[in-house]
């Protein structure tokens, strides 16, 4: 939010350097960026007014006699297309400062002599996006009062100061002039002054023109006025300079008019041409499927039924909150206008904003909360501006739908509650004072009092609140340092957290070391290494292709990781990974995915490297099954190793699901040749486990059993299988046979012949 300090001036009686004002309402709760100065580094720049203009042949240029208010006129030869006689401009005389602390100097142009320099906005330092169009490609033309001579600073009102606020959520009333200036007040215990503006309407109603309904619980009240024979024309000099001091581009009378509102009361407003409707019946709804609309900026935007529209003959000319429609738009031909003022859920407009990456100062607003209390003020106070600035006639009456309540809030409290959570000693005058300042009604004691809260201050609903309020408008740097009041607890970590502090500890007991990667990627790796594949949840705006999708696995995040390790000459590595993958069975576009907690290791290169007494180990399956089970060991946890050829980025001889209880909770095995190629990396192990399962598996606090009396006995049994037979398939045959108080089976020798 950028606030002119000379229009707050005009609502607040302060004199306080902008600076001083700054560092106080950051103390108080809102923070302050920083002071613009949009004069600062420019000097020397006065009112001209050109006296001739003539076209130097065979170029461009135009050689002009300029006032400056000196007894001579000034030569200076200007380039700008818009250039005639009779204009007052903008002239940076010689030694003057433009943006970038460009030095202006007498000079020759083609053999004419230039005593100076015709200006346009962009060589004062102003942005393209806030000039407007009709000067975006030349001189800017100042009003027909500018004296020659006189500096240029007050006529464009460079010499304002802009305070730029950064705006937290809670605090969207100070979206609005009013807004601040009820923060100022308070903050300096001052009055606010208001302009009231007299609206005169003809006999004429409204209400036989425009209909209104609403078809969606999104809209919770919606409001227009008919204001005809309007007069589309640039706006006055002191509207066009507030909007660009605001960061607004100025486009006409009724548009800044509009914006205007916008800026004083918070109000988000929208401005129809009456002629180009088809109907007369305005319906905000939901919008259907499959719906095109072209907004204010040329864009065909498709809709979809989360979006709100507002409708006339049940064609869509709005993106309800958001932006209007090229359909309707005020043009230069525009004559009868309707207004609108609305209250939209903010929500909604959230996700249309969100959805097509459309900001505007309006979905800003709505998003955060407007005030409801000023929803019929702001439209009566923008038809008035037109009667003043368009020459306009408003209709009789408001046309509105819907209703919001516009009563003051009620909270109430008590002198213990707000003294106990500051730690101070304030008495029943201290809080008196300070709603005073606020503009708020009080009522009751000590014991217990009611605040009356407008409904400018929507933040504002729960005995926190007030406590709030009264500590930033009493001084946080007036409350004693005190520690809180509170008793003792055990603190205790979660089964969850216990057992992710348990499996840090037992990979890294096992040479494994933890990395963290990216839990956003490709669409192709989200859905890689995973035995049952889920719907894709996809970022809508994503900032690379790289990281669009959120992951499924975390296997293909840690061979990112070995190939950037491998490619810089470090290829024995064992890694792990603790974090979340995302399944997601719903819609991707309407719910949130199921976040599922998971550990996962991999392994390549060599187990032992080669010396002079010992070969080389190379990392193998029976090796990275060793460690998974060295890990479920200590856990006391039991699992059952099934072989599997279905996944598709796993080695088909050498991968293995790992199940509980007849539920896949994991895999384990080597990495497919081919899937390696294409990481480049050498052969590779990797395991991935359910973190969730685990933590349902574990057992319960110990219970003592007597130790058995019989001594312990061990068999060697010699079986003749088929190589068709898997070990696991021998360990399941044997515990299903029942045999009591059996402790452990091992495979200790294998012969083929």
């Known amino acids: 939010m950028l606030v002119s300090y ?23 709760g809102i923070e302050v960026e920083g002071v613009d100065v949009p004069a600062e580094g420019l000097s020397k720049l006065v009112v001209g007014h050109v006296l001739s203009c003539e076209d130097v042949p065979e170029t461009h240029l135009h050689l002009c006699q300029v006032d400056t208010g000196e007894e001579e006129s000034r030569q200076i030869v200007c380039g700008a297309p818009n250039i005639t006689a009779g204009i007052k401009v903008i002239v940076a005389l010689p030694g003057a400062r433009i943006a970038d602390n460009y030095k202006i100097k007498k000079g020759k142009i083609r053999g004419m002599e230039s005593l100076g320099m015709i200006c346009s906005l962009q060589e004062l330092g102003l942005p393209d996006s806030i000039i407007p169009k009709e000067y975006s490609d030349g001189i800017q033309i100042l009003p027909e009062d500018a004296v020659p001579g006189e500096s240029i600073f007050p006529y464009l009102d460079l010499d304002d100061e802009i305070i730029e606020l950064s705006i937290t959520p809670n605090r969207a009333d100070a979206l609005s002039m009013r807004g601040v200036a009820h923060e100022v007040a308070a903050i300096y215990d001052k009055s606010v002054h208001f302009e009231d503006k007299v609206l005169t309407e003809s006999d004429k109603k409204a209400a036989d023109l425009i209909k209104v ?8 009240t919606y409001k227009v006025r008919v204001v005809e024979n309007v007069t589309i024309k640039p706006s006055p000099q002191w509207l066009q300079n507030l909007l660009m001091n605001a960061g607004i581009r100025p486009i006409n009378n009724v548009v800044d008019v509009t914006n205007y509102v916008l800026l004083y009361f918070g109000q988000p407003m929208h401005a129809f041409d009456l002629d180009k409707f088809e109907g007369k019946d305005i319906l905000a709804r939901q919008a259907k499927a499959g719906e095109k609309l072209v907004t204010l900026d040329g864009e065909a935007r498709d809709l979809i039924e989360e979006d709100l529209v507002i409708t006339v003959a049940d064609k869509p000319v709005a993106l309800a909150g958001v932006m209007g429609g090229a359909a309707t738009e005020i043009d230069a031909s525009s004559k009868n206008v309707v207004l609108e003022a609305a209250v939209f859920d903010g929500k909604s407009i959230r996700k249309t904003s969100s959805r097509l990456n459309l900001r505007s100062e309006s979905s800003s607003r709505f998003e955060k909360g407007v005030n409801y209390a000023d929803v019929v003020k702001a439209l009566d106070f923008a038809a008035a501006m037109l009667t003043e600035l368009a020459d306009g006639t408003v209709l009789a009456g408001q046309v509105s739908a819907g209703a919001v309540p516009t009563d ?5 409290t008590s002198l213990d509650y707000v003294n106990v959570r500051l730690g101070t000693d304030l008495v029943f005058s201290d809080i008196e004072s300070v709603f005073a300042r606020l503009g708020f009604g009080l009522s ?8 009356s809260v407008p409904r400018r201050r929507w933040d504002i609903s729960i005995q926190a609140d007030l406590v709030e309020e009264i500590a930033r408008i ?12 509170a008793a003792g607890t055990v603190g205790e970590l979660t089964k969850s957290q216990k057992l992710r502090r348990k499996i840090r500890s037992l990979a890294e007991g096992s040479g494994l070391s933890e990395i963290i990667s990216y839990a956003l990627t490709t669409p192709e790796k989200a859905v890689a290494f995973t035995p049952n594949p889920s719907k894709v949840t996809e970022l809508m705006w994503p900032m690379t292709v790289e990281r669009s999708a959120l992951r499924q ?19 024995n590595l064992a890694l792990y990974e603790i974090g979340k993958v995302f399944e997601q069975t719903a819609d991707p576009k309407k719910d949130l995915p199921k976040e599922i907690d998971t550990f996962a290791f991999a392994l390549t290169g060599l187990v032992t490297e080669k010396d002079f007494q010992t070969a080389a180990t190379p990392v193998d399956f ?47 095995g080597q990495v497919h040749p081919q899937t390696a190629k294409l990481y480049d990396i050498p052969e590779t192990y990797v395991a991935e486990l359910n973190l969730n399962a685990l933590e349902a598996a574990l057992k319960s606090d110990l219970v003592f059993e007597d130790i058995t009396k019989f001594p312990a006995v061990s068999r060697d049994i010699a079986l003749l299988l088929s190589e068709k037979v898997s070990h696991q398939d021998i360990l399941d045959a044997i515990a299903a046979s029942g045999v009591k108080r059996l402790t452990k089976v091992k495979l200790f020798d294998v012969y083929a012949g």
Do not use: C
Request: aromatic share 8%; charged share 25%; proline share 3%.
């Open 408 to 412: 003051d809030i009620q909270v109430s």
């Open 213 to 220: 309904a609403i078809a969606s619980d999104n809209v919770l």
């Open 622 to 668: 029976f090796y990275a099954k060793g460690v998974l089970e060295a890990i479920l060991a200590k856990l006391e946890i039991s699992v059952q190793f099934v072989a599997t050829k279905e996944m598709a980025n796993m080695h088909p001889g050498r991968t293995a699901l790992i199940e509980r209880d007849g539920q896949v909770i994991g895999y384990l």
């Open 553 to 571: 696995n975390i296997v293909s995040g840690m061979l990112d990781t070995i190939a950037y390790n491998v490619a810089r000459k470090s290829n």
């Open 444 to 451: 009751g004691n000590d014991q217990k009092f009611t605040v």
């Open 474 to 485: 009493y001084g946080y740097d007036k409350l004693p340092t005190t520690l809180p009041e």
């Open 6 to 28: 000379k229009w707050l001036k005009e609502l607040v009686d302060i004199d306080v350097p902008s600076h001083e004002l700054a560092e106080k309402m950051s103390t108080t």
